[in-house]
């Protein structure tokens, strides 16, 4: 494994935000284990947004009718791209 270290400042997520309907768990543990899992990432990650601008980048996961969206934004706040996954193939699960 490679140290964190070893990765360019640009290839790296400086925050990880969960909008309302994430951000809420159905218990205190869920809440807990999230901001857990959330911390572990922002101290151990390598991201990059292929084909955009080299970070650092800030990421925003929210839920709309299509989907999960990830809103992936430049260290400024500056949006860098959206990019949407859909939650259909998992509801069987």
Known sequence: MTDAGD?????????????????RGPT?????????????LLHENRFSAIG?????YRLCLSLDPKGLAFDIRKENDRPAVIVGLSLTPLRRI
């Open 52 to 56: 955009h601008e080299p970070g650092p």
């Open 28 to 40: 205190p543990e869920v809440a807990h284990e999230r901001q857990v899992a959330i911390y572990d």
């Open 7 to 23: 990765w360019a400042d640009t290839e790296r997520l400086l925050a990880i935000e969960l909008d309302d309907h994430l951000a």
